[in-house]
């Protein structure tokens, strides 16, 4: 378990997003790979459309 919640720019969750779609990884594995709760892993995958469509369209690239 990460402990502290950790805070992600919208490229972070990018990167994940493209990890599990070139990778095919678990949320299990996602976590541990990027140090991130299951919870915040499973979340990012089912919004992945949803966060590329914002990444494409130049949306705020902070936090998300």
Known sequence: ?????????LKEKIDIVETYNREKLSVRDLSKRFNIGKTQAAGIVKS???LLSKWQSNVNTGRV
């Open 48 to 50: 992945r459309s949803e």
């Open 1 to 9: 378990m990460s402990g502290k919640r950790r805070l992600l720019t």
